[in-house]
């Protein structure tokens, strides 16, 4: 008998161990999904940002490129 009260007790202890460690994985990924929202929004005014600037300078200059199908005959 003592020796099943004993498993039992070490088993209700590591079984809130585990929720515990259960609890921090999600709360992390809660902050993961925040970071990444964050770069996203990042990344969106950053390219708003140059495409302002490469507005503000003259555009982009695309006539001008060649493609590689351009150096094939050559």
């Known amino acids: ?12 202890e590591l079984q809130k161990v585990i ?6 994985i ?3 990924i809660e902050l993961f999904q ?5 770069v996203q929004k990042i990344i969106e005014y950053l390219t708003k940002a140059v495409d302002y600037l490469v507005s503000a300078v003259g555009g982009r200059k ?3 490129l060649q493609t590689a199908d351009d150096y094939m005959f050559v």
Do not use: F, P, V
């Open 62 to 64: 695309t006539d001008h």
């Open 34 to 38: 925040m970071a990444k929202e964050w």
């Open 19 to 24: 929720e515990t460690i259960n609890t921090y």
């Open 1 to 12: 008998m003592k020796g099943a009260e004993l498993l039992l007790h070490y088993m209700d």
């Open 26 to 28: 999600d709360k992390g």
